[in-house]
């Protein structure tokens, strides 16, 4: 199948594919005379497994790991549940920070709770005046890996 059917198949966008090619995640396709990329049922499994990981926002380097790993069925399975446990911690860091910047942002919203002229917006006036004292903005609080 070409790009398009891998596309629609797999409900993944024609760039997202070529993406994953160029990460390594997906083995290229073999090329017709006219140089259109010809895929095969493998490449349907590998990016349905691909995808499922995305959607448990797995890293890309994790997806990597897991796919190396998945390539070698007769290892033993300890450094998947390694990698899984982590993951699991790297989610747990972010609910925690997500809780933290939602306590942050019903602060903020508490600061104006009627509407005024925009000169004197509890919100606004609180933002500006965290610039003003060297405080641009939140501490970074991104997990390593780009989840």
Known sequence: MRIGNL???TGTPVETIR???REGL???AQRTE???RLYTAAHVDRLAFIRHCRNLDMALDEIRSLLRLRDAPSQDCGEVNAL???HIGHVGQRIRE???LEKDLKALRARCSAPNAIEACGILNQLDGAVSHGHSAAP???IRGAH
Request: hydrophobic share 40%.
């Open 140 to 142: 970074h609080r991104h």
């Open 34 to 36: 006219n140089n259109y």
């Open 26 to 28: 997906l083995p290229a």
């Open 84 to 86: 899984l446990d982590e």
């Open 98 to 100: 997500l809780r933290a």
């Open 19 to 21: 993406f994953y090619e």
């Open 7 to 9: 596309a629609e198949v």
